[in-house]
């Protein structure tokens, strides 16, 4: 019963819009602002200085290449594993810093906002891991631009 809600095409559906529309908004407004998001990645304190601009360079294109791709369904499962793994990782720096007590913005749409890290987008982010691993299991393949060249 789980297994059939789970894998419901409509669900499968609307989980690969949502997270493929938040992913190519959050690449975007990370690339208007580099600088700013550079900083962002910085304030974690995890990266040694010379990985932090390639990062800061590097992230919002996979974030957007991924987005986009997953959500017209081109190769959805490798997508969705990318987002995953990216998703695993913001979890960790998220946990990281609240564990060493940092009080920073999480980055995660750039300088937009100003989200604090915190419990909220530790639980925000597991959410959307949740539904990335879902598309990626089930392969969402309904409504994808694959289907509708073949």
């Known amino acids: ?62 974030e957007i290449t991924s987005g986009l791709l997953l959500l017209f369904g081109i190769t959805g499962k490798e997508n969705a594993f990318i987002i995953n793994l990216l998703l695993s990782l913001f979890i960790v720096a998220i946990a990281v810093s609240l564990f060493r007590g940092l009080n920073i913005n999480c980055g995660c749409f750039g300088t937009v906002g100003g989200t604090k890290v915190g419990l909220l987008k530790i639980i925000e982010n597991s959410i959307l891991l949740f539904m990335g691993i879902l598309v990626m299991i089930f392969d969402s393949k309904y409504l994808t631009l694959k289907d509708n060249i073949n």
């Open 1 to 62: 019963m789980i297994k059939n809600i789970f894998s419901n095409r409509y669900l499968l559906l609307i989980f690969r819009i949502i997270i493929g529309f938040i992913f190519i908004y959050s690449g975007y407004v990370k690339i208007i602002d580099t600088a700013g998001f550079s900083d962002a990645v910085s304030n974690y304190k995890l990266l040694p200085l010379f990985a932090i601009n390639f990062a800061a360079v590097i992230l919002p294109w996979i």
